[in-house]
């Protein structure tokens, strides 16, 4: 999907009176999965479209983008094999990757 169906997504969201957040790969190192610039749209019910990564990845950044959310402050979060949780969250390729979550408002 083009970041433009994702950017207007979110605004037809908005306008419907969801919560939303938009999470955006930030840096990648190694293999990743997706590159940067790579968006998902999250709403407050845990509704997504879009792909930042794959697999559990996607579960973790939704999780992430419900807190950004419920505080409405924006967070940086990374995933990479050197993390305990890398292959808990399915990022085994031997890549990294860096995820800005932002409120849209």
Known sequence: ????????????WRKEGRKVALA???QTWGSAPRPVGSN???DG???FLGS????????????????????GKPKLISFGVADQTA???????GG????????VG
Do not use: F
């Open 1 to 12: 999907m083009q970041q433009e169906d994702l950017l207007g997504t979110a605004a037809a």
């Open 24 to 26: 955006t790969v930030t």
């Open 40 to 42: 998902l749209v999250i």
């Open 45 to 47: 019910e845990g509704n």
């Open 52 to 71: 930042v990564s794959g697999g559990c990845v996607e579960g973790a950044v939704v999780a992430e983008a419900l807190d950004v959310i419920e505080s």
């Open 87 to 93: 292959w808990e969250v399915g990022l085994s390729c």
């Open 96 to 103: 990294k990757i860096s995820v800005y979550v932002e409120p």
